[in-house]
């Protein structure tokens, strides 16, 4: 018998925000989940769970600030796109924001592992299931940054564009 969604258990809804930290070189920011965490190993987005009351830039600012000691503006954090995923024993809402300008170096506060990582290897790095309909958009904004920095190199090295 075929099972109707209403027959499915019922998951609570967590709410995740997170950011796609993408530098001068059009890399973006990826952190690897520790052990002992569900999903310990897998690659994702820095970022973590809205507490009760918060707003999604304020809970993004503060993880940023605990996870990778760095400083962010809310005016800095642009939406980009969200996750919507059902895992096992929750519903995923994610909503993801590019940040391109922060204060600080990334370093993992937690002992986790960070890198910077180009389009090309994007591919490589194993990430959650909620994450993998976020690859398309990340990408794009990612070339949206080379591109801009090729624009000023081009407009620096030709005068006569100015
Ligand atoms: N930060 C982040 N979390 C993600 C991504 N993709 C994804 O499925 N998640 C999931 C993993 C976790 O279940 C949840 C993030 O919550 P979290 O990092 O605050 O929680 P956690 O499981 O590490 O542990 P805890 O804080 O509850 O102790 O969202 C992602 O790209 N970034």
Known sequence: MATSPEAQPP????????AA????????LLAQRPQGKPMSGLWEFPGGKVDPGE?????LKRELREELDVIVEEQNLEPLTFAS?????FNLLMPL?????????????????LAWVDNAKLDTFEMPAADIPLIGPVRSAMKKTIVAGKDIMDDTSNPQKS
Do not use: F, I, M
């Open 21 to 28: 930290l993408l530098n001068q070189d059009g890399e973006v």
């Open 11 to 18: 998951r609570k809804l967590v709410l995740v925000v997170a």
């Open 85 to 89: 995923h059902a895992y096992d024993s």
């Open 97 to 113: 924001y590019v940040c391109r300008e922060w204060v600080g170096t990334p370093s993992g506060v937690e002992g986790q592992q």
């Open 55 to 59: 707003s999604p830039e304020a809970a």
